[in-house]
C-alpha cells in the first residue's frame, strides 16, 4: 500500500469546466500538502501548498485539506487548455519538509 | 537567474555500467534533492544534501551514492545500472532555513534509459 495514493485519470474536460483532482494518504506525520505541475519531459513546478488543514485559494486554483479523513483536493475553475498537464500531489512531514513523497499523478487534458 | 540545471539531458547505458548525473541549484540554495521518476509514476525521494552530507535517504540501495560540493552543486552516481533504472531522474534545490517547501524547485531532469 503507497502511502500517498492519487486518482489515477486521465481526465478530459471542455473548456471553462471545473476540475477536481483528489489524493488520499496514510502518513499522520505529513504536515505539508503540496501540488505540482508537470508538462512533458519538465520537472515539476510548484503550484500551491498547505500547511495542516484547511483551504488555500490562488487565483483560479484552490487547494483543501482534512487531516481527519487524510484527503486533499485540487480544484480548478474555468480551466484552459494551457492547464493541460500532469498534476501531482506531494506530501511531507514537518521535520522533514525538503523529503516529499509524491502521488502517480493525474493526466489533465483541456480540450477547447 | 538559471534556476536548477542539470547535465546532461539524455544518456543511454548498458546494464551494469555507471552513471554520474550532475546538478547545479538555484543561486542561494544549499539544500539538493534528488528523485527517480519511473515512466507514468511520481517522483520518488532518493536522498538529500546539505552541508555536503546525506541528511535523507529513500529506500533506495546502496548503488546509489551522491556527493555535494562546497558550491553546493551534487551529483548523483548509480553503479551496477539495471533495466529498472530506466527513469528520469530530478534534481530539486530548497533552502534548509524555509524550514517548508516554498523554496523547492525542481530541475527538467536527466532521462537515463539503460538498455
Known amino acids: 500500500q503507497k502511502e500517498v495514493e492519487q486518482d489515477p485519470g486521465p481526465l478530459s474536460v471542455p473548456e471553462g469546466a471545473i476540475v477536481s483532482l483528489n489524493c488520499t494518504y496514510s502518513n499522520s506525520a505529513f504536515q505539508y500538502f503540496m501540488w505540482y505541475r508537470q508538462y512533458s519531459r519538465k520537472g515539476p513546478e510548484l503550484l500551491m501548498y498547505?500547511?495542516?488543514?484547511g483551504n488555500k485559494e490562488d487565483g483560479r486554483f484552490t487547494a483543501q485539506v482534512d487531516k481527519s479523513s487524510k484527503y486533499i483536493s485540487l480544484f480548478i475553475r474555468d480551466s484552459q487548455p494551457s492547464d493541460s498537464a500532469t498534476y501531482l500531489c506531494a506530501m511531507s512531514a514537518r521535520a522533514n519538509a525538503g523529503k516529499s513523497t509524491f502521488g502517480d499523478g493525474t493526466t489533465l487534458t483541456v480540450k477547447p | 537567474d538559471a534556476g536548477v540545471t542539470q547535465s546532461p539531458t539524455h544518456l543511454i547505458k548498458t546494464r551494469g555500467q555507471q552513471v554520474t548525473l550532475r546538478c547545479s541549484p538555484k543561486s542561494g540554495h544549499d539544500t539538493v534533492s534528488w528523485y527517480q521518476q519511473a515512466l507514468g509514476q511520481g517522483p520518488q525521494f532518493i536522498f538529500q544534501?546539505?552541508?555536503?552530507?546525506?541528511?535523507q535517504r529513500g529506500n533506495f540501495p546502496d548503488r546509489f551514492s551522491g556527493h555535494q560540493f562546497p558550491n553546493y552543486s551534487s551529483e548523483l552516481n548509480v553503479n551496477a545500472l539495471l533495466l529498472g533504472d530506466s527513469a528520469l531522474y530530478l534534481c530539486?534545490?530548497?533552502?534548509?532555513?524555509?524550514?517548508?517547501?516554498?523554496?523547492?524547485?525542481f530541475g527538467p531532469g536527466t532521462r537515463l534509459l539503460v538498455l
Open positions: 544534501y546539505y552541508e555536503e552530507e546525506e541528511r
Open positions: 530539486a534545490s530548497s533552502l534548509a532555513a524555509s524550514g517548508g517547501p516554498e523554496t523547492q524547485y
Open positions: 498547505t500547511y495542516s488543514s
